[in-house]
């Protein structure tokens, strides 16, 4: 069965407040989940870095 072409999907990227305190936790959390995820995957430990952009480079839009 062949998918019907719908066009180009909309993205909508929600960025509420946060303290840095919870922005270091949220990015941990990401980065224990990516981790996890690899290692099982892997089928051994694996450690996971994640790259942050820096936040002054970032445009507002």
């Known amino acids: 069965m062949r998918k019907k072409d719908i066009g180009k999907p909309t993205v909508v990227t929600h960025m509420p407040p946060g303290t840095p305190e919870q922005v270091a936790a949220n990015r941990e959390h990401l980065r224990s989940a ?13 450690q996971v870095t994640l790259h942050w952009p820096d936040e002054k480079s970032r445009t507002q839009k």
């Open 34 to 46: 990516c981790e996890s995820a690899m290692s099982e995957l892997a089928g051994h430990p694996v």
